[in-house]
């Protein structure tokens, strides 16, 4: 995506929707966090917008967190209004968000119609951007139901072509292992190009470990970053991770450099 990590987990949706923990995340050692899911004209989305205007008055874009924002369409929003507002959302977030996380939403939503609406999204936002600083670079969401047993890589390449430079691919506890595979297939078929982001599932040091190395450029956690022990399993997770990087784990003190994750690399 062109965006530098300090390390690959992030904080994923729903955890942090708004951003009033956006301090606490870059303090507590994580490469990135995803707000939302949020929707066009919604209270939610004014108040991260608010958030990332503090938070960017302290802390430039992707220093040392990167952040993100995952958008989905308004549930009763006419099928052909839709792009126009995530465009809109678009257009709001820049100079704000690193990145842009298009979330199908709607259950029964199927791959078909959220590339149609995709390259919608990315017509109306290109079109309507005038001058200004860059827009934030497009992420698609494939949900779990959507790779369960299906080949990846056509549906992958389609979004690609769009314009997406990175695909958030949730995982079900029980398809971990096709999940795996998965990664696989789409880090062979695209090499380091397409930032590949794996979240479901990922509670040990372990599970993270094997994402990276199918393929995941990035991680998120949600369930794992709940309780007290969270700082320790973010801490312990990079210390492993650096430990199978570099043979032995750097000065643990200053997390951020422990593992500085070029997304070019494509694993760790
Ligand atoms: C309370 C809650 C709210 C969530 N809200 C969202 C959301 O708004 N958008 C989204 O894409 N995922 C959302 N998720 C899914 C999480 O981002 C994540 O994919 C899921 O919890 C699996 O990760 P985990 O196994 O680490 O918990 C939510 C999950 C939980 C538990």
Not at 33 to 53: I, K, N
Request: hydrophobic share 45%.
């Amino acid at each position: 995506m062109g965006l530098d990590f300090s390390n690959p987990i992030g904080l994923a949706a729903g955890f942090d929707r708004c951003g009033m923990l956006l301090d606490g995340a870059a303090r507590s050692g994580l490469g990135s966090v995803e707000l939302g899911s949020l929707v066009a004209e919604s209270p939610d989305f004014d108040r991260a917008r608010s958030a990332l205007r503090v938070f960017r008055s302290v802390r430039p874009r992707g220093n040392p967190l990167v952040v993100g924002v995952s958008l989905m369409p308004r549930p009763h929003s006419p099928w052909r209004q839709a792009p126009i507002e995530i465009a809109s959302c678009l257009r709001g977030l820049r100079g704000l968000a690193d990145y842009v996380t298009l979330n199908p939403g709607r259950a029964g939503s199927t791959p078909a119609d959220c590339l149609e609406r995709f390259g919608a999204i990315v017509e109306h936002a290109v079109r309507s951007a005038g001058p200004g600083p860059s827009l934030p670079q497009l992420v698609v969401k494939l949900p779990a139901a959507w790779s369960a047993g299906v080949e990846p890589v056509p549906i992958a390449a389609a979004f690609a072509r769009l314009g997406a430079r990175g695909l958030l691919i949730a995982a079900e506890r029980s398809g971990a292992h096709d999940h795996a595979a998965s990664l696989r297939r789409l880090r062979l078929a695209f090499g380091p190009s397409l930032c590949l982001i794996s979240v479901g599932g990922i509670d040990t040091p372990g599970t993270a470990a094997l994402r990276l190395a199918a393929g995941a450029t990035l991680i998120q956690i949600h369930c794992a970053a709940r309780g007290s022990r969270r700082i320790e399993w973010i801490d312990e997770t990079l210390v492993r991770l650096a430990r199978a990087k570099f043979g032995r784990p750097r000065k643990i003190g200053s997390r951020t450099g422990i593992l500085h994750c070029q997304e070019t690399e494509g694993r760790s």
